[in-house]
């Protein structure tokens, strides 16, 4: 509710600057077009892709790019949108898989898992604009089996890093420094549902 309320107060500030003549900053002009974008009940179009506002699970605003302007982060069940704010208008700067969970630095972390007992992970850094820079592959697996009373228990682990296979004791080191990044940083707001 207090963000709610913070970003309503955001828009009706924005409005009077406006109204006294004085030109909105990038800042100012990004987060009145999220605003817009996040206000309105229908369906919302950029470069092609639609938005169904009833699909939104959560939203947060976080810079990616290094601007200091925050970029619009939309989740659903079935992807996760990136918006910017470029000549003034709203365009994806990312569309990410949903497992994808984005870091304080501005990389991302995507993260997959199986039933084989394998876990995945794929560091990727990306540049202004949104492309890829940098992106570095390392998961886990383990080899489960049941014994006679029907138990599981793992027999042996294998790590890799960059398609090496590695000891858990340098999987460990190597991977440390993504693990570490965190994503604290990215306050994720929940959207009520809407109702026909």
């Keep these: 509710m207090k963000k709610l309320l913070s970003l309503c107060l955001t828009t009706i500030f924005l409005f009077i600057l406006w109204g006294c003549g004085k030109q909105p900053t990038p800042l100012e002009r ?11 009940d229908h369906p919302q179009e950029s470069e092609g892709a639609i938005f169904y506002k009833n699909e939104w699970l959560r939203y947060a605003f976080f810079d990616m790019n290094g601007d200091g302007i925050p970029e ?33 630095n501005g990389a991302v972390l995507i993260t997959r898992t199986d ?33 006679d009373d029907g138990w599981i228990y793992a027999s042996t682990s294998y790590y890799y890093f960059e398609g090496e296979e590695v000891s858990k004791e340098e999987w460990d080191t190597l991977t440390e420094p993504y693990f570490s990044i965190g994503s604290d940083k990215i306050e994720w707001i ?3 549902p809407s109702h026909p």
């Excluded at 990004?30 to 206000?39: C, N, R, T």
């Excluded at 990136?82 to 000549?87: E, K, M």
């Excluded at 592959?137 to 014994?147: A, I, L, R, V």
């Design 30 to 40: 990004a987060m009145s077009l999220y605003q817009e974008f996040l206000a309105s």
């Design 72 to 104: 619009l982060h939309l989740r659903t069940l079935f992807y996760y949108d990136i918006l910017t704010c470029r000549n003034g208008e709203l365009c994806v700067w990312k569309s990410l898989n949903t497992v994808a969970e984005p870091l304080n």
């Design 115 to 147: 039933l084989d007992n394998f876990s995945g992970y794929t560091y990727i850094e990306y540049d202004f604009l949104g492309n890829e820079t940098l992106r570095i592959d390392f998961g886990e697996s383990s080899k489960h089996f049941f014994n």
């Design 190 to 192: 929940d959207v009520e």
